[in-house]
């Protein structure tokens, strides 16, 4: 019997039709647990570089997370994962709500798809029962209109559906997979779509088996009241949300069983309604919006498209600053509007519909800069390796920004707020009273890393790749685990009541599934998932060359400490002067077969 996981994964084949339920091998639980871990090894195995992210012979993987679906708070995850068409590399997304619970009640770890369906389907997994469907009458449609359409038709109470809009089905590489108040961004959408799969819809009412329940039981009550408890995550919460949120939800829910409801509700009747005419379209269409900040209003529409907000709000702000420059002009921009708000929806709407010079604009900024040319390209603000992500200026922002966003292996949006502070504290008074009760911290070094930390002296680079790599490290955990990162990886500050870190989560593993795991186990398995992510985008042509932040976005010396960081880096991690992992680090995470097909390939 297998415990915390099913023990199957659903091999779909879309050019073919065919369906297959696969026992999967507990081994690779051991060496990876599930999640992001056991889709990566699947991806290196059977999708050689050499094959484009948009053949039919990439594939897309929906894994649930190895904790998914048990009692434990917050253990909701689904990562999905493929090759992105606009870096060429490894992508990866995280989506919470409940469709990762549901397939595992349903019977099923993992969903591999493979192939490109001849029409429009969608997937209907009823626990046993698998079928594809046609989805011709759903073409075109949002991703709450296709959610509630199939929901209908199906008449299956319950059923958690994850969805692409318009802009999947256009291959717009900024498209997401909606589900319900969560998603999965960063291109997968564009994936679903050009394999034509508008959906996936599942309904589970199967168990989930618990090495040892009882404890189990007692253990998540008890992380329920330390998660009730946590008002430093409320108040993180509140101060990142825009003025109206604090102002004015309604209420708040949350994903699968967890108590933090975090996301905020808000009244459609008390917000503003704008029209907007859409470019492809001879019709009119209505979403609402509110503040003139950029990602509020286009937040709503880009949903429904199924865009990813941050890299759409990105591109949009990219091309007004094209615009404002005059290497765009009106005449590329027919029948747009002249307010502010309506302007942003026209310029939303041509992108997912890629039509004249959304088409171009669809594909990213550091591929619309250049094929727009004429000085475009001084606005390109995407960072390393193609994608649009946070701004690192080396003179402005903290070295461990930059490591996190330069050598970020998933194309994620790197996150380390919460875990380590951004700026030294004031005083010693201050930092003593930060470290005195931290039990987050992986090694007491950490403690006096923010003891040591002043302004004046900046943060060496001894503590700033160790910083990096107890975030990333967290972060990989948090992935192959399903745990919510609000309650482990983000939250890891003395004070902020994390219930999930590296001297809990073994423990707990251990109680789900029955793995004698403790803490060095645990980080080695990070450190295994890590290392073949990295293997996987060398392989892919991945390099040094990759990870240093475009001229245009340095700032004065920025390249020359960015180059020592690098040096740094890739010597703590174990990498030669290029980024690679050595013959000596993949040996001992038991990576060798990686190192074979390096060397077969004279990498």
């Known amino acids: 019997?297998?415990?915390?996981?099913?023990?199957?994964?659903?091999?779909?084949?879309?050019?073919?039709?065919?369906?297959?339920?696969?026992?999967?091998?507990?081994?690779?639980?051991?060496?990876?647990?599930g999640g992001q871990g056991t889709a990566a090894k699947t991806l290196w195995e059977r999708v050689p570089p050499e094959v484009e992210p948009l053949s039919p012979d990439n594939i897309l993987v929906f894994s649930t997370g190895l904790l998914t679906g048990t009692p434990l708070p917050g253990a909701n995850r689904t990562s999905v994962n493929s090759f992105s068409p606009q870096t060429n590399l490894f992508s990866h997304s995280v989506m919470g709500g409940f469709w990762g619970a549901e397939l595992k009640f349903a019977g099923y770890d993992k969903i591999v798809i493979r192939g490109k369906s001849p029409e429009l389907v969608y997937l209907w997994i009823n626990n046993n029962k698998v079928e594809i469907r046609n989805a011709s009458h759903l073409q075109g449609r949002g991703c709450q209109e296709t959610t509630t359409l199939i929901g209908e038709e199906l008449k299956q109470e319950n059923v958690q559906i994850a969805a692409i809009g318009l802009a999947g089905e256009n291959r717009v590489y900024m498209a997401s997979i909606e589900h319900g108040h969560s998603g999965a961004s960063r291109m997968v959408g564009a994936i679903m779509g050009e394999k034509r799969l508008k959906a996936i819809a599942v309904h589970g009412t199967g168990d989930i088996y618990i090495a040892r329940p009882a404890v189990l039981m007692e253990t998540c009550l008890q992380l329920r009241k330390d998660a009730y408890n946590d008002h430093a995550l409320e108040e993180?919460?509140?101060?990142?949300?825009?003025?109206?949120v604090k102002r004015e939800s309604d209420k708040r829910i949350s994903c699968f069983n967890c108590p933090k409801n975090c996301v905020n509700v808000i009244s459609q009747k008390e917000q503003q309604r704008f029209t907007y005419k859409c470019a492809?379209?001879?019709?009119?269409?209505?979403?609402?919006?509110?503040?003139?900040?950029?990602?509020?209003?286009?937040?709503?529409?880009?949903?429904?498209?199924?865009?990813?907000?941050?890299?759409?709000?990105?591109?949009?702000?990219?091309?007004?600053?094209?615009?404002?420059?005059?290497?765009?002009?009106?005449?590329d921009f027919p029948g747009m509007p002249a307010g502010t708000k309506d302007k942003l929806l026209y310029l939303i709407d041509i992108i997912a519909h890629r039509?004249?010079?959304?088409?171009?604009?669809?594909?990213?900024?550091?591929?619309?800069?250049?094929?727009?040319?004429?000085?475009?390209?001084s606005f390109d603000r995407s960072t390393t390796k193609k994608l649009e992500?946070?701004?690192?200026?080396?003179?402005?922002?903290?070295?461990?920004?930059?490591?996190?966003?330069?050598?970020?292996a998933k194309l994620s949006l790197p996150g380390i707020d919460g875990s380590f502070p951004m700026n030294p504290l004031h005083n010693r008074e201050e930092r003593e009273k930060f470290v005195a009760d931290w039990v987050a911290v992986p090694d007491e070094k950490f403690k006096r890393y923010v003891l040591e930390w002043n302004k004046s002296e900046g943060i060496s680079n001894e503590a700033?790749?160790?910083?990096?790599?107890?975030?990333?490290?967290?972060?990989?955990?948090?992935?192959?685990?399903?745990?919510?990162?609000?309650?482990?990886?983000?939250?890891?500050?003395?004070?902020s009541g994390a219930i999930y870190h590296i001297h809990t989560i073994p423990y707990l593993i251990s109680l789900v599934t029955g793995l004698d795991l403790d803490e060095t186990g645990l980080w080695e398995i990070a450190r295994r998932n890590r290392n073949l992510i990295r293997?996987?985008?060398?392989?892919?042509?991945?390099?040094?060359?990759d990870e240093v932040?475009?001229?245009?976005?340095?700032?004065?010396?920025?390249?020359?400490?960015?180059?020592?960081?690098?040096?740094?880096?890739?010597?703590?991690?174990?990498?030669?002067?290029?980024?690679?992992?050595?013959?000596?680090?993949?040996?001992?995470?038991?990576?060798?077969?990686?190192?074979?097909?390096?060397?077969?390939?004279g990498i």
Not at 236 to 244: A, D, F, K, L, R
Not at 293 to 300: T, W
Not at 389 to 408: D, H, R
Not at 564 to 589: A, M, N, Q, V
């Open 549 to 601: 932040t475009p001229p245009n976005l340095q700032t004065i010396g920025g390249h020359e400490i960015e180059q020592r960081l690098l040096d740094d880096y890739y010597k703590f991690k174990g990498w030669d002067k290029d980024g690679i992992p050595t013959k000596e680090t993949l040996g001992k995470l038991g990576l060798e077969y990686v190192q074979k097909d390096f060397e077969k390939r």
């Open 355 to 377: 039509e004249g010079i959304g088409d171009i604009l669809a594909n990213g900024i550091f591929s619309a800069a250049r094929q727009i040319g004429n000085g475009a390209e």
């Open 280 to 331: 492809a379209k001879d019709m009119y269409q209505t979403v609402d919006s509110r503040e003139p900040d950029l990602d509020i209003n286009i937040y709503p529409v880009a949903k429904e498209f199924g865009m990813d907000s941050f890299s759409t709000s990105e591109v949009i702000s990219f091309t007004i600053e094209l615009l404002k420059a005059g290497i765009l002009t009106e005449k």
């Open 535 to 545: 293997a996987i985008n060398v392989r892919r042509g991945m390099r040094r060359k």
């Open 464 to 495: 700033a790749c160790s910083i990096t790599e107890w975030n990333e490290t967290m972060h990989y955990i948090d992935d192959s685990t399903g745990l919510c990162a609000f309650l482990s990886s983000f939250r890891s500050q003395q004070g």
């Open 1 to 33: 019997m297998r415990y915390g996981e099913t023990g199957f994964s659903l091999e779909i084949d879309l050019s073919r039709g065919s369906i297959e339920k696969v026992e999967t091998d507990s081994r690779l639980t051991e060496l990876h647990l």
């Open 389 to 408: 992500q946070v701004s690192a200026g080396m003179s402005e922002l903290s070295p461990i920004y930059f490591l996190m966003i330069a050598t970020n």
């Open 236 to 244: 993180w919460m509140v101060s990142m949300s825009p003025t109206y």
